[in-house]
């Protein structure tokens, strides 16, 4: 088994714990209990299908979370579904609030795309896109952020939403030809 699915899996499973202990949502009943369901995701960089650091939690934002809400609330106004995938080199770091990922890439190769979506499991799935640097003088593009949206849009707004953003652990400098795949995990476990 490659090395690197053994460590993700295991970051997974740890992530999956750590999420439904630490994060939960109290969901109105028809009873006087409550039923709990938690919710989380994390994000994996690769430059040239090396990792540049390790799967980490991103910071779910309120646009998320409320859509998440709808969805497995079957409540209308889920929108679209979420799988496009950006990349941005902004300076500031991700913000529950955010609706736009900051310094947003739309050129050279790297602007926001549709990503392949998998089911891993029960309640759990992945969104993958390689990016492939192209059409750039030499490169030399900054690379320190990645979103999660339900639409392909170089500005979101109207029924575009930012799903889940998170800073890369280190910023990476991509030359032409360079390739970045970036692999987002989303799960939902119930309580």
């Known amino acids: 088994m490659n090395k690197n699915y053994v460590i993700e899996a295991i970051l997974v499973a740890v992530a999956v714990v750590a999420i439904y202990s630490a994060v939960q949502v109290n969901v109105p009943v028809t009873s006087s209990a409550t039923s709990k369901v938690g919710f989380g995701s994390s994000v994996c960089v690769y430059l040239n299908n090396q990792p540049i650091g390790p799967c980490t939690h991103n910071a779910m934002m309120n646009g998320g979370l409320n859509w998440t809400r709808d969805l497995i ?84 707004t109207g029924n575009c939403m930012m799903f889940a953003g998170k800073n890369f652990a280190n910023s990476v400098t991509l030359m032409n030809s360079d390739q970045l795949n970036i692999t987002w995990y989303i799960w939902v476990v119930g309580g």
Do not use: H, M, R
């Open 73 to 156: 609330g079957n409540w209308s106004g889920g929108g679209s579904p979420v799988k496009y995938i950006a990349l941005g080199n902004g300076s500031s770091a991700e913000s529950p609030g955010d609706t736009t990922l900051a310094g947003q890439i739309n050129d050279c190769g790297l602007a926001i795309a549709e990503g392949a979506y998998a089911s891993v499991n029960v309640g759990n799935w992945s969104i993958s896109k390689q990016f492939t640097v192209s059409g750039c003088a030499g490169g030399n593009i900054t690379v320190n952020s990645t979103a999660l949206y339900n639409q392909s849009a170089a500005s979101c």
